[in-house]
């Protein structure tokens, strides 16, 4: 499910529009239909699949007879003993659930984006707790509720992404990890699974904010008895800030292709702003290193001889500048 070549919904100029009205799986797919696949099917893996799980949602749909939230109930939350998940289809909310925010410069917050959740039928519509999460992954692995061909295909370790895990063999613990992450407006998760010492880390937050999958791994380290670097916030003062600000323009191998990113300095913060206007804050850790709260990667500004900035290191990615300005 992470190598369909289906376009991705996600990225289609109105997909903000739909996140404002109730979808069903078939609306969903009704967006996508038609277009051509981005490659054979199977073939390679691109990036996080959406829409190919909105058209799973649908297809359980055609062959249950029962809504994705009706069918996902019975087949799965039900016999699971999942007591406090379910799937949101815009329908009246639990009082208890939580309310999602997101980052508001370098240490604030602000209301999450409002959505509809069954625009994400398939993909991001499940809520759930960590215990909840916890039995699901200790069915999932140790459970007599799947057919071994099924839970064979789902751990399979020969490709590193599978269905609904990325897996592969990890350095930092010694043996095979099976992980997933995720955001949603106002929310991000991470689950981890090590089997060699049957090790299960969830983390649920209701900050739209990648800080869950950093936190995941450390938990488990702690867990593990293995070691773990201390989250220290620097400082930064504001000669470095005026002197940190350009445009930097990066590769085709970057996360957004060949983009063009600015850092600028707003209100004593410093930011990176994408070429869709989206803005990180950055949040100083040493000189020159800091940590873009959105996406919890590291950022290093590397200077030339007279101190000036001359790229930008956005995890394991180069940028060059292309034009410095002032402020």
Same mark, same amino acid.
């Given at each position: ?62 062959? =249950? ?69 916890? @039995? ?12 071994? =061909? ?43 699974? @090590? ?8 983390? @649920? ?6 800080? =869950? ?12 008895? @293995? ?101």
């Amino acid at each position: 499910m992470q190598r369909s070549g289906l376009p991705d919904i996600n990225a289609m100029p109105d997909y903000d529009e739909v996140l404002q009205q109730h979808q069903t799986a078939e609306s969903l797919i009704g967006h996508i239909q038609g277009k051509p696949l981005e490659f054979e099917p199977g073939t390679k893996f691109v990036r996080e699949e959406h829409s190919a799980y909105n058209l799973l949602a649908l297809i359980i749909e055609k062959k =249950t007879g029962l809504t994705f939230k009706e069918a996902v109930r019975q087949l799965v939350f039900e016999p699971f003993g999942l007591a406090h998940s379910g799937i949101d289809d815009d329908a009246a909310r639990a009082a208890e659930m939580a309310k999602g925010y997101a980052p508001e410069g370098t240490y604030g917050l602000k209301p999450g984006k409002t959505i509809h959740w069954s625009a994400k039928t398939g993909n991001a519509s499940a809520f759930t707790t960590a215990s909840d999460q916890r @039995l699901w992954v200790q069915e999932l692995f140790h459970g007599g509720k799947l057919s071994a =061909t099924a839970r064979d295909a789902i751990l399979d370790t020969s490709m590193r992404v599978g269905y609904g895990w990325m897996r592969g063999k990890s350095e930092r613990f010694g043996g095979t990890a099976y992980y997933m992450n995720g955001r949603a407006p106002g929310f991000a998760s991470f689950v981890l699974y @090590l089997p060699e010492s049957d090790t299960t880390v969830v983390v @649920l937050s209701n900050i739209y904010s990648s800080a =869950t999958t950093k936190m995941g791994y450390d938990i488990a380290a702690i867990a593990l008895g @293995l070691p773990h670097e201390e989250f220290t916030v620097g400082t930064i003062g504001a000669d470095s800030l005026k002197s940190s600000v350009g445009d930097f323009q990066f590769g085709a191998d970057f996360y957004q292709a060949n983009a063009r990113v600015n850092l600028r300095v707003e209100g004593g913060e410093l930011f990176l702003v994408w070429p869709s206007g989206d803005r990180s804050a950055l949040i100083p850790m040493k000189s020159d290193q800091f940590l873009d709260r959105s996406y919890w990667e590291e950022v290093r500004i590397e200077r030339g001889a007279k101190g000036q900035p001359i790229a930008l290191v956005y995890d394991r990615f180069r940028g060059e500048l292309v034009h410095e300005t002032r402020q």
